[in-house]
């Protein structure tokens, strides 16, 4: 992998994939050949950029300028002008199953976004990905705990033998009564 490419990995901002509860709605308008507006659901977003879902003939061409409006997860309604940057017409990533297998993803970067908008987009999207890091962490240590109080039996049961198999081995390293350090056995010998 050359540095350019390295560079670019290292550069992504975290993207916070939208959750059930929140607007997916985004609605934009291109410039180009279709003067119209579309609305369809979001797929991520991040400080930089987004990604959404779209079906191939309503989907904008590679480096086409859009105008849209959405709602940033945590924060409120913005409006911005992106750069289509990425498509992809595989089904197979995507996010959310779709009736139509004639599906593209969309990414594109954020082009000019105002120090505002930047500011809500960042503090909105930190709320939301410390939010869903906390419940992610409650709900491995609830399977965890919940583990612990189904099984406690077997779990007590190995916590005993661990303490007893480590008391034995102490009692039995413990040098005789019969022990010189001169001798170049470590504990002397047993008779």
């Known amino acids: 992998m050359n540095s350019t490419a390295r560079k670019s990995i290292l550069d992504r901002e975290p993207r916070y994939t939208l959750a059930e509860e929140d607007s997916r709605f985004l609605c934009f308008v291109t410039n180009k050949k279709r003067k119209r507006s579309f609305a369809i659901d979001l797929v991520n977003i991040s400080t930089t950029g987004l990604v959404f879902a779209i079906e191939n003939e309503m989907a904008p061409d590679l480096g086409e300028y859009i105008k849209m409006e959405f709602l940033v997860p945590g924060f409120g309604q913005i409006a911005c002008v992106g750069r289509v940057v990425r498509l992809e017409r595989s089904t197979s990533r995507i996010a959310r199953p779709m009736v139509s297998t004639n599906v593209v993803r969309v990414a594109l970067t954020f082009e000019n976004l105002n120090r505002a908008h930047h500011k809500a987009l ?16 409650r709900q491995r240590w609830g399977v965890f705990a919940g ?40 504990w002397g010998t047993r008779f």
């Open 122 to 137: 960042r503090s909105g999207l930190e709320k939301k990905i410390r939010f869903q890091r906390f419940n992610y962490f």
């Open 147 to 186: 583990f612990l109080l189904s099984h406690y039996k077997v779990v007590m049961l190995i916590a005993l033998t661990s303490i007893l198999v480590i008391a034995l081995f102490y009692l039995l390293l413990q040098p005789s009564e019969n022990y010189m350090e001169r001798w170049p056995i470590p």
